[in-house]
């Protein structure tokens, strides 16, 4: 023992220890909480289960009891039958949208603004189909009209040029006539001198006809010759479309009959130039010759027989009716109209030829 300790200090010490004690008692004891875990995994098990039973679908990975994680979904199989989770979500939410519009219908403003959009609805749907049935209409109407063919139709406008100069020129007359009525500001005379190619017609020593091919040239001078053919007169009319920076063309015609020229040309008011002969009186060949001159663009070979038909005219259809057809004459110096059978009987004999510009 150590001497140096007393009795004093012994009582010290045990007083010290009392206090300790004192103070200690004042406080309450309180033991550490620790966590239940078997508590929390009932409590989990138990949620699981709830919504397994709400049909609640989770995917977890839990253990067997080898501790293999395993997954398997909750709610894929209760009590032996398959869940559809998502037919239940769509089935809850159709029935919350219901009670969403019958609580909205029990309200008045919003029930008028219904009432409102629908009448709109229904009267747009019926203006649409009015709308529709007169378009059906219309267009049947108009198929109608298109179909049923026209009976009778004149175009306006187209000039009469009396021929009196060019006695023999009832081509350049007709030609002038039809480049008049589309617009160009040219007469006969300047025609024939610029733009028709004139060959001669003459007898060699034995008396024998030479002269051009008439679907190249005027056979004979504009006064007192004989005439050209409509691929001839086309070339004529395409070189002064070139001249004036037209983009129109002439193009010749043949075996097209009068009635078929009327209904795709002259309704569309598109006048027609047509040979057939003066007041279509009965053509016959007054002359013949051998022919001395063909251009590139013809089937008619050097030493071919030409053949001319008196009384062969040259005018302008402009329109038709159920007996007659309409021509601008230049030897009648006005319209004059015959008879459809005579004419085409004369147009064939003329064979059938016709120019169009467009």
Sequence with gaps: MNDDYSENDHNENTDNYMDY???FADKPYRPKERPNKK????RNRNKRKRNSEKGYSESKKQPNH????????YGENIGGKKTDNTKRRRQRRIKRIKRRIIRALRRPATAAVIVSVALIIVIASVTSVCISNSARNTAAETNAAESKPVTSYRINGVPVITQTELKAGCETYACVMLLQYLGFDIDEFEFAENYLITMPVSYDEEGRMYGPDMNS?????IYTGYGVNAPGM????NTFFKDKGSKLTATPLKGRT????CNEYVVNNIPVMVWATTDMAEPFVKASWIVNYVD???DTKLGDIMEWQFHEHCMVLI???EENYYFCDSVAGTVSFFGKEITEKRYSQLGMQAIVAK
């Excluded at 040239?217 to 001078?221: K, L, N, Q, S």
């Design 296 to 298: 590139d663009d013809t």
């Design 21 to 23: 004690l004192d103070n």
């Design 258 to 261: 009068l009635e078929s020229l």
């Design 234 to 237: 086309a070339k004529f009319m």
């Design 66 to 73: 080898r501790g293999i994680y395993l997954e398997f979904n």
């Design 217 to 221: 040239a005027y056979a004979g001078d």
């Design 319 to 321: 329109g038709f009716d």
């Design 39 to 42: 508590s929390n995994d009932s």
